[in-house]
T-cell receptor, first 112, second 117 residues
Framework: SQQGEEDPQALSIQEGENATMNCSYK?????LQWYRQNSGRGLVHLIL?????REKHSGRLRVTLDTSKKSSSLLITASRAADTASYFC????????????FGTGTRLQVTL | DGGITQSPKYLFRKEGQNVTLSCEQN?????MYWYRQDPGQGLRLIYY???????QKGDIAEGYSVSREKKESFPLTVTSAQKNPTAFYLC????????????????FGPGTRLTVL
């Protein structure tokens, strides 16, 4: 079953602009992770935020988590053409041990 | 060079045949996972293994089988019982499955694209 739902499903922006994508989930979580997937490739882990954290930064990435609203956002600042990829959120749920549940993904297109 | 490898990259199968997808990791991770991804979709968990000689069904295990005889290997067999096997299959591993954070960050292989002819 899909726990997370990303919004928007697709996003097209120009290089230099910021990209924001959102993830909503349904259950209590231990942590939430964001992954990136280039077309036809495996996923790459970007950032993890624990349930007791509200914001986290890594380079041009900023992640927020609002457990009261069961939502997270990923902000990519000063986007580059190389950021073109699909981005997935994944939740590690407190009720279902031992596995991540992935969302449906946001496809980001960054044009020159 | 540490990592997780999958082979083959592309696999073609005739209807009614069983095929086995390979997944190997040299990261010394305890946990390994198999996911299926359909076009434009997210990942769905097929099977996972927290430790050698143990594995659990995921959300879509029907028509698939796995084994975990060695820590570094977690092969997936797509059986003839899987009615719609054409998909992109991804293998992943993590240090453990404690839920504490960094230990359950997953590392993915490059994937195997299976096509049924």
């Amino acid at each position: 079953s899909q726990q997370g739902e990303e919004d928007p499903q697709a996003l097209s922006i120009q290089e230099g602009e910021n990209a924001t994508m959102n993830c909503s989930y349904k259950t209590s979580i231990n942590n939430l992770q964001w992954y990136r997937q280039n077309s036809g490739r495996g996923l790459v882990h970007l950032i993890l935020i624990r349930s007791n954290e509200r914001e986290k930064h890594s380079g041009r990435l900023r992640v927020t988590l609002d457990t009261s609203k069961k939502s997270s956002s990923l902000l990519i600042t000063a986007s580059r053409a190389a950021d073109t990829a699909s981005y997935f959120c994944a939740t590690y749920d407190t009720g279902t041990a031992s596995k991540l549940t992935f969302g449906t993904g946001t496809r980001l297109q960054v044009t020159l | 060079d540490g990592g997780i490898t999958q082979s083959p990259k592309y696999l073609f199968r005739k209807e009614g045949q069983n095929v086995t997808l390979s997944c190997e990791q040299n990261l010394n991770h305890d946990a390994m996972y198999w996911y299926r991804q359909d076009p434009g979709q997210g990942l769905r968990l097929i099977y996972y293994s927290q430790i050698v000689n143990d594995f659990q069904k995921g959300d879509i295990a029907e028509g698939y089988s796995v084994s975990r005889e060695k820590k570094e290997s977690f092969p997936l067999t797509v059986t003839s019982a899987q009615k719609n096997p054409t998909a992109f299959y991804l293998c992943a591993s993590s240090i453990s499955t404690s839920g504490s954070g960094h230990t359950d960050t997953q590392y993915f292989g490059p994937g195997t694209r299976l096509t049924v002819l």
